[in-house]
């Protein structure tokens, strides 16, 4: 069966440094789909990016960059110079290549709190 | 640009009473969803709708329905509220392409049950 799991519960930083969110998961399919969602105060859960398992090339967008690693089974998700705006719950998911059954899992979240 | 939109937004409820929470999307979606979120335990999928006409049970069905209308609606239904089932619920879909898997999400729906 497939798991995701966010060992950091919350996370709270100073604005300007940078932070790292883990986010380590288990599945026996050797194709798969990895997320990040990120849950600001309103409440609205908004798509950040989707990995598939043939790519490991790590991702920057702006101030956003994830790290993939097959051998540690990890997807990490680094903010630089956070600013309070990124202040959410950040959901790492996963979802198996079964045709026609795009389910996620999610992990239990990452509750992180930028300090101005 | 609706997208998924989900009523009512905030419901009370006495144990023991029913209600259904209504999703509806209009981007031609054939997967629909419904997840809760519960402090602590992340969102967990309750029952989902590969396409028109087919419902599963995902990892927590005990005490729900629901119903695949058409290709646009999937309605929740409680039908003897209890407690337990005070949570956020949110109802997504999918996009179409398989290889994305990108759920869109409604806004949520915070129910208490007293």
Redesign the interface.
Same mark, same amino acid.
């Given at each position: 069966a497939q798991k995701v799991t966010?060992a950091q519960?919350e996370i709270s930083v100073v604005e300007k440094e940078d932070v790292t969110l883990d986010c380590v998961y288990e599945t026996r399919d050797t194709t798969y789909?990895l997320?990040w969602y990120k849950q600001p105060p309103s409440?609205?859960?908004v798509?950040l990016i989707?990995r598939?398992s043939f790519d490991e090339q790590n991702e920057i967008s702006g101030r956003y960059s994830w790290n993939f690693q097959k051998s540690t089974s990890s997807f990490n998700f680094t903010i630089t110079a956070s600013q309070v705006v990124d202040s959410a719950v950040y959901?790492c998911a996963l979802?198996e290549s079964n045709?026609?059954?795009?389910?996620?899992?999610?992990?239990?979240?990452t509750r992180l709190t930028i300090i101005p | 640009n609706a997208g998924v939109t989900q009523t009512p937004k905030f419901q009370v409820l006495k144990t023991g009473q029913s209600m259904t929470l209504q999703c509806a999307q209009d981007m031609n979606h054939n997967?629909m969803?419904w997840?809760r979120q519960d402090p602590?335990?992340?969102?967990?999928?309750i029952y989902?709708s590969?396409?028109e006409g087919t419902t599963d049970k @995902?990892e927590v069905p005990n005490g729900y329905n629901v119903s695949r209308l058409n290709k646009r609606e999937f309605s929740l239904r409680l039908e003897s509220a209890a407690p337990s089932q005070t949570s956020?619920y949110?109802c997504?879909s999918?996009i179409e392409e398989?290889?994305?898997?990108?759920?869109?999400?409604g806004? @949520?729906s915070r129910l208490t049950v007293l």
């Open positions: 966010q519960t789909y997320f409440g609205e859960l798509f989707r598939n959901f979802r045709f026609g059954n795009e389910k996620l899992t999610f992990g239990t979240g | 997967s969803y997840y602590g335990m992340g969102l967990r999928l989902y590969a396409s @995902g956020v949110f997504a999918n398989v290889d994305t898997g990108e759920l869109f999400f806004e @949520g």
